[in-house]
């Protein structure tokens, strides 16, 4: 759904893996899009939409392939400048009259790419570069009206143009970090051939939402089931500078949040325009965690009972018209849906509806990215300690604790995940690092401190990098690092004499370890 009063790109999506990642990327230069499937938008739907560009994602088939994702070809016709990526370049290619075939030599990862600077996207850049390749299949021959833009060893059409027709396409990928100035190339596309000025700022987005929220919700009330993680966080500031005391917070701490991290929380609302209500359920929680290890039975636990906990604290509050939901945009593209209407599955509302009294949901920050959202954040004056969170797991540390779960163990691994956040902190890495936590094992084993023989636990430290959290490589700590992480934990923490730090990517690991 195109933004009011902002620019738009339309990015159609034919299956590939990085679809988020070129939103993100046009994003960042400031300009507003949105990733459709090509099976969900019609060429009429493109008029009406009227956007200052479309981008072609990759896919992972052959276009000349029975079943393979296509398009209308019409919409070359519309006089909207185009750009297709990998696939999409080749889509382009195969629609317009030119020639698809499968390459002598494939190209997998980063290729020297040699480019000409008579085309709009590279005129500002190097000649030769690091390109990002994917491909089997490859351009053979070119369309009529249009130039080769660029070509490696192997491949003749690395990128193709057509200037007149405003018509681009690149083989490789520019939205990958390994792809040398691949965001300047976007950016040249957006800015020198869509005619984009960069109008999407989160100070604007601010601004249209808490106008639109006010509108949609008038006097009515407010349900919002506040996790304290970033999402749920900042829409509770949004939906704060929007409608104030209609706004009721219900935030569940099921005793299972980080050290300090529920008081954090409730100070980090204290002097907002809400009703914050916080329910200190650990004893009720714990009562049900007792006896129990199997990871998945401690997620159905939690997830139920804090629905339970939720509908009773909701009852007290009696009707509500609108229940709020944290949704952000990799929910919706991942649901594949498209559909305003669809629920988001998590933990700490799945199933509300079918419990709580409300006449609709919305979800504000359902078109914002990750990285977005912590800007909006920023922008709402929220604390730092919650823009910046460290993403968490619903049923939180109760599935960071090996085992049955017990006063111990938790209060152990509070204290040791506290530290290594703490040393991470310092050494400066905090914003740099996807995700970092400690896991308390349920290994014991034999360790010497003075002259006393211990058998304790083993504590496990776990730091990764992500863009998308579906794939992740181990964090390259410094060992200093480390060192003083460990060093720290043994001497501070009772109980732990051992700390090893976990060296395995997604996959074939997750990146949580149950």
């Known amino acids: ?19 988020q990642l070129i939103a993100r990327r046009v994003r960042e230069c400031s300009v507003y899009c949105e990733v459709i499937s090509y099976k969900s938008i ?4 493109i008029k009406e939409l009227k956007p200052e560009g479309i981008i072609f994602t990759g896919g992972p088939q052959s276009v000349y392939g029975e079943g393979a994702p ?41 290729t020297k790419t040699y480019y000409n600077e008579e085309c709009a996207l590279f005129g500002a850049l190097p000649q030769e570069a690091v390109s990002w390749m994917s491909h089997t299949d490859y351009i053979a021959f070119l369309p009529d009206g249009f130039k080769t833009a660029a ?14 027709r405003r018509l681009y396409a690149v083989q490789f990928h520019p939205e990958v970090n ?20 960069g109008d999407w700022t989160m100070e604007n987005y601010a601004q249209t939402a808490i106008r639109e929220i006010r509108e949609k919700v008038g006097s009515g009330k407010v349900l919002l089931a506040l996790s304290g993680g970033v999402d749920s966080s900042v829409l509770a500031a949004l939906l704060s500078k929007a409608v104030g005391s209609q706004l009721t917070c219900i935030f569940v701490d099921h005793g299972f949040m980080r050290k300090n991290e529920g008081d954090e929380v409730e100070a980090a609302f204290s002097g907002w325009d809400v009703n914050f209500v916080r329910v200190n359920a650990k004893e009720r929680f714990m009562a049900r965690m007792r006896g129990v290890s199997d990871p998945e039975t401690k997620r159905r636990i939690i997830g139920e009972e804090f629905i339970r906990v939720f509908e009773e604290e ?24 498209g559909d305003a209407a669809t629920i988001k599955s998590h933990h700490n509302v799945g199933g509300l509806p079918d419990y709580v009294d409300f006449k609709e949901i919305i979800e504000p920050l359902r078109m914002l990215f990750k990285d977005e959202t912590r800007k909006l954040g920023q922008e709402l004056k929220l ?7 460290q993403p968490f797991p619903g049923p939180g540390l109760a599935i960071r604790i090996m085992g049955e779960i017990t006063d111990e163990k938790l209060q152990i691994l509070q204290d040791a995940d506290y530290i290594f956040r703490e040393e991470i902190a310092k050494a400066g890495l905090d914003r740099s690092i996807g995700q970092y936590f400690a896991v308390l094992t349920n290994n014991r084993s034999v360790g010497v401190m003075g002259d006393f023989r211990t058998y304790d636990y083993t504590l496990a430290l776990r730091a990764v990098t992500t ?5 992740a490589d181990f964090a390259r700590i410094p060992y200093e690092v480390l060192e003083s992480s460990s060093a720290r934990i043994v001497n501070e923490v009772k109980s732990v004499n051992r700390v090893v730090y976990d060296v395995t990517t997604k996959p074939p690991a997750t990146i949580e370890w149950e």
């Open 42 to 45: 019609t060429l009429e739907q």
């Open 178 to 197: 390994h792809t040398e100035n691949g965001l300047k190339m976007l950016d040249a596309f957006l800015k020198k051939v869509c005619g984009c000025v």
């Open 314 to 337: 909701a009852k007290k509050i009696g009707k509500v018209d609108f229940l709020a939901q944290g949704t952000i945009y990799p929910d919706v593209i991942e649901s594949g849906s």
């Open 151 to 164: 070509h490696t060893d192997n491949c003749p059409t690395a990128a193709m143009y057509n200037e007149e």
């Open 70 to 110: 296509t398009i209308d070809k019409e919409i070359f016709e519309l006089d909207i400048p185009i750009l297709g990526i990998c696939y999409g370049s080749q889509l382009m290619a195969h629609l317009l009259g030119g020639s698809v075939e499968t390459c002598k030599t494939s190209e997998y990862g980063k």
């Open 467 to 471: 863009t998308d959290f579906m794939t």
């Open 1 to 19: 759904m195109r933004q009011k009063g902002h620019e738009y790109i339309l990015i159609i999506d034919f299956g590939g893996q990085y679809n």
């Open 383 to 389: 604390s730092e300690t919650l823009v910046w969170r």
